[in-house]
């Protein structure tokens, strides 16, 4: 993978959902090719860590958490939740060796609207703290009401731009009971502060009824693959907040998770089987959209990007290559998105 393809870092990925996390239990992930151990002790502290013990190599994920982080499998080795070394049964009062020069290396991590999030720094970046905040639910008291996760077969960037695609869901999503006939789209797009934004506006799809009168949506997109879609409206006399997040977390340089997760108000749950019926088969069919993009990728063809359809993956591309050179640099961190209005069939 050239550095132009590889995930981007000292960025937040998504990884996973805290309430599967339960006390005294630890994960196993693999997050853009590095092995990550994410735990929760006794006494709830979350924490990660690389999950490879330095002793023997043996998965810390393998073991056990204790009250203050965990023990290894192999020899009985223990770490906080820092990463320090704190016991190693082996060792004699004779002999001088200070568990606390050993350390493993640890992850920023926060568990925030139901979600934990992993902070991937840069090579020589491992100890600087996140220069940001994980990405906010923007709705009070938020908390999963549906999700929706699928393992990807295809390197990050192909996943998010076709996710972030306007123009294939005639063709992709097309359906006997979802029929979508092209038509002249014209959307107002800006910049943010690691992205870009379709501006709030009524949609056109006709699922949104679902959601009462006077519906709009705004649908933003940030680094590394952050894309919020906020819907507002009216129903049964109150207001309401639909909000939904798609993430996209690397696994490896050639398979990524994608997770699509709903946020509404408790009152709103009726909505709940709507998402259930065709969230997974939409996301399926995106899935192997790109599964099956991957058979013509296999002769490195030159690919094609056109106006206006394609301008949200070309900003992305340009986005993450201002992104790349302010890690590499540390120069400030330059949106090439300006304000701009696009149009194309779909």
Not at 13 to 40: D, Q
Not at 117 to 143: C, F, S
Not at 145 to 156: D, K, L, M, V
Not at 270 to 282: E, L, Q, S, V
Request: glycine content about 8%; hydrophobic content about 40%.
């Amino acid at each position: 993978m050239s550095s132009d393809e590889a995930p981007l870092r000292n960025l937040w990925y998504m990884a996973g959902f805290g309430r599967k996390l339960a006390r005294g239990s630890l994960w196993h992930k693999l997050l853009l090719g590095e092995p990550v151990l994410i735990g929760r002790t006794h006494a709830g502290t979350l924490f990660a860590m690389r999950d490879i013990c330095p002793h023997r190599g043996v998965p810390l994920s393998a073991g056990r958490a204790t009250s203050n982080g965990v023990q290894c499998p192999y020899h009985g080795w223990q770490f906080g939740t820092d990463g320090v070394c704190t016991h190693i049964p082996s060792l004699t009062d004779a002999q001088d060796l200070d568990p606390s020069r050993i350390k493993v290396r640890t992850f920023p991590v926060c568990e925030q609207d139901g979600l934990i999030w992993i902070y991937m720094a840069a090579e020589g970046h491992e100890t600087m703290a996140p220069t940001q905040l994980p990405p906010k639910v923007p709705l009070a008291n938020a908390r999963p009401r549906w999700f929706e996760s699928q393992t990807f077969q295809c390197p990050i960037d192909h996943a998010v731009i076709g996710l972030m695609d306007p123009a294939h869901a005639p063709f992709v999503h097309g359906r006997w009971w979802w029929r979508v006939r092209p038509r002249l789209k014209e959307k107002a797009y800006g910049p943010l502060p690691n992205g870009f934004v379709m501006k709030r506006h009524a949609p056109s799809k006709p699922a949104y009824r679902l959601l009462g009168a006077e519906v709009s949506t705004e649908i933003t997109f940030e680094l590394p693959s952050t894309r919020f879609e906020i819907v507002k409206g009216h129903l049964l006399g109150r207001p309401l907040d639909v909000v939904g997040l798609t993430v996209c977390t690397p696994i490896d340089a050639h398979s990524t998770q994608v997770t699509q997760i709903q946020y509404w108000p408790a009152w709103l749950g009726f909505i709940k089987p709507f998402f259930m019926a065709i969230g997974p088969t939409f996301l399926g069919d995106d899935r192997r959209m790109v599964e099956l993009q991957k058979e013509g990728l296999k002769f490195n063809p030159r690919l094609m990007l056109i106006q206006d359809a394609d301008q949200p993956a070309i900003w992305y591309h340009r986005i993450k290559k201002s992104w790349s050179e302010h890690v590499a640099t540390g120069e400030p961190f330059v949106n090439p998105v300006a304000e701009r209005t696009l149009r194309w069939r779909s």
